[in-house]
């Protein structure tokens, strides 16, 4: 990607993985996945204010195997940069910056992220599936 | 006491501390736009999930109807502009870090704005069109 004659530094590849460098990294990834998501949203949008065909067109296509396993995807993908986000928030106000609290809140946004993707997955089941 | 003997820490003008835009010319505005966005979005993030979760089994009508309801049209259009600034401002960051080819970031940067103004309007407008027709 780089079309520099300069040397470069020590790409990932030479560090020893840790919890923090993989929150980091996957706060990006997610950020990624929800910017391509937001055009989902719109979608959505512009589907129900069409009609009710074309909005019931949106929903089906949720609804297939492979649009839940995308659903799925976002949904995680939201909540672990909401939780993680937040605490980035917390680090920025100068919150847990000793490295013992870095790793434990770290492990915090995945577990956290996890648990609210299983609590509204549970949900959207015992109401019975999507769509 | 002569000039020589105050020792000189800082040979900046002070206009420029004063100023607070640092050598990027745009001082701490992105960092800051980015955060507020993110602190908006934490809020009207949850709103968006609890609300599609209650239209989970809607039929079209009720969906319609919900989405006209003032207040809940207010803050989607609310999340549909503050989600596509927040994307542009995160989106600006990865590009900034990885793409290293001069023709191919500034390309990248126009193509995510146009992208997102795109993807913003149309959000509205069909807020509005939902809003507006009875």
């Known amino acids: ?131 | 006491m002569s000039a020589k003997d105050v020792a000189v820490k800082d040979r900046r003008n002070p206009l420029k501390t004063a100023r607070g835009l640092g050598s990027a010319q745009s001082g701490v505005e992105h960092w800051w736009t980015q955060r507020v966005t993110a602190v908006a979005l934490v809020l009207l993030g949850l709103w968006f999930v609890v609300t599609v979760l209650c239209l989970l089994h809607a039929d079209y009508a009720t969906a319609r109807a919900t989405v006209a309801k003032p207040w809940n049209a207010l803050l989607l259009i609310a999340f549909v502009l503050t989600m596509f600034w927040h994307a542009v401002l995160g989106l600006q960051v990865v590009i900034e870090d990885y793409v290293h080819t001069r023709w191919k970031e500034v390309v990248l940067m126009v193509a995510i704005r146009f992208l997102a103004v795109l993807g913003a309007l149309a959000g509205v407008l069909a807020v509005l069109r939902i809003a507006l027709t009875p």
């Open chain 1, 1 to 131: 990607m780089a079309d520099t004659q300069r040397p470069l530094s020590p790409h990932l590849q030479i560090y020893r993985k840790q919890v923090q460098m993989m929150t980091s990294i996957t706060h990006r990834a997610t950020g990624i996945a929800l910017a391509v998501g937001s055009l989902l949203v719109v979608c959505g949008l512009i589907h129900l204010a069409t009609g009710e065909e074309s909005f019931n067109h949106f929903r089906g296509v949720l609804g297939s195997p492979l649009g839940m396993i995308l659903m799925l995807g976002w949904s995680w993908s939201l909540f672990y940069h909401l939780c993680n986000g937040i605490r980035h928030l917390l680090q920025d106000a100068g919150l847990g910056y000793s490295i013992p609290q870095f790793v434990r809140s770290s492990w915090l946004s995945v577990i956290g992220s996890i648990v609210l993707t299983v609590v509204v997955w549970a949900y959207v089941l015992m109401a019975g599936g999507a769509a």
